[in-house]
């Protein structure tokens, strides 16, 4: 019988506890890197971690440890879910900690402020490992309804499909099902626009635009992706998939999104001070909509709405004129 695969989690937010869930269900040893140590030590004396998962009883076979190098440990793959904007600065300190031939997996969906680099290319350039030692999960998959154990598929992408298959047996459950990709960049771009997307369609509820908006939003802003996306060299079919059209449905009608809901908010009339006060946990869009705007610049793709986006969160845009100016561009086909 082989050995489990080893697993080091790095952080024990929603999302990190969530998949270390799920890596433990599949039957991996898991260790979660907490930066608190009561965070950590709630998950080992009371099987919760009550700060992102409340109500949730973890498996017993998911440790965790504020001790990074405890963690990195020996781990056959080592899992990044952090905010997206800290993940230089957290993976430039544990990068001397990894084992030696770990593969490097982002959890996250966003893109660098400043250098507009996806997940995967600021792990590549921080732990200096090439593409056949990184890979993306991404898709569907809200933490709470993971963490409950209800059903979800996901994608597991890295450019060596062996890696990526490996990866995908070490986190199939009978609740979540993985499928491999070999296309990382249409994969990284699909999570990191739908939060953008999330939050358009989020002020567009809070409007009370209703269910035609909220479907014309998706939509479009799904063809803004693969824009983005086809002129970075992915696939555009990946946009049609689980990394795209999947995990923008699931976002743009989830009250649990915490994307939508900080649009929900704005489109109410909050603030944005406001706003970020009532937002406890990471919402990727907010600032990756600066990032993802400035990655189309560069390469000469237009995406209104992300820039609507960019216009109402940081310009202070009022909604109904952002609204009024997106309607009014002028009259093209549907396809160019
Ligand atoms: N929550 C969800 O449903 C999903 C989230 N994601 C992605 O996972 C990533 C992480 O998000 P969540 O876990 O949801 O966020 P979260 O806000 O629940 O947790 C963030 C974690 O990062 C840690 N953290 C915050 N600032 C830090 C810093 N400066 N240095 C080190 N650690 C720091 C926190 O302690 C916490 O453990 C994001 O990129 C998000 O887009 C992806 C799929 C699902
Ligand atoms: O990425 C997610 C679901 O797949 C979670 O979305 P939020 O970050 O908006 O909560």
């Keep these: 019988m082989s050995m489990p695969a080893k697993a080091a989690v790095f952080s024990a937010g929603s999302w990190g506890t969530a998949f270390g869930m799920v890596l433990a269900d599949a039957g991996c040893e898991v260790t979660l890197w907490a930066r608190r140590p009561e965070v950590a030590e709630a998950v080992n004396s009371g099987r919760t971690n009550p700060d992102y ?7 017993g076979n998911l440790r965790a440890t504020t001790d990074p190098a405890e963690a990195a440990a020996g781990a056959d793959f080592t899992f990044l879910s952090v905010p997206s904007q800290t993940m230089r600065a957290n993976l430039a300190e544990w990068a001397p900690l990894l084992a030696p031939r770990t593969v490097l997996v982002s959890l996250m969906k966003g893109v660098e402020l400043g250098t507009a680099m996806r997940m995967s290319e600021v792990i590549e350039d921080v732990a200096k490992v090439g593409p056949d030692r990184v890979a993306v999960v991404t898709g569907p998959n809200l933490a709470r309804e993971i963490a409950a154990r209800m059903p979800a598929a996901a994608v597991v992408a890295c450019t060596d499909e062996t890696v990526a298959r490996r990866l995908q047996a070490a986190c199939h459950t009978p609740y979540f099902r993985p499928y491999t990709e070999t296309d990382v960049v249409g994969c990284e771009l699909g999570g990191a626009v739908k939060n953008v997307i999330g939050l358009a369609v989020g002020i567009a509820d809070g409007m009370g635009l209703g269910d035609n ?50 649009g929900t908010n704005l489109g109410k009339g909050m603030s944005l001070e406001e706003t970020i006060a009532v937002t406890k946990q990471t919402a990727e869009g907010v600032k990756s909509c600066e990032s993802v705007a400035d990655l189309a610049r560069r390469h000469g793709v237009e995406m209104p709405i992300t820039e609507t986006v960019v216009d109402i969160v940081h310009e202070g845009k009022p909604p109904v004129v952002a609204l009024k100016e997106l309607m009014s561009r002028s009259a093209k086909p549907e396809r160019r």
């Design 53 to 59: 998962l409340p109500g949730v009883e973890l498996p």
């Design 213 to 262: 908006a909220k479907g014309s939003l998706i939509t479009r802003g799904l063809a803004e992706t693969a824009r983005l996306g086809t002129a970075l060299g992915a696939d555009p079919l990946t946009f049609s998939g689980l990394a795209g059209l999947g995990d923008l449905v699931a976002t743009c009608s989830s009250p649990l999104s915490r994307n939508h809901t900080f």
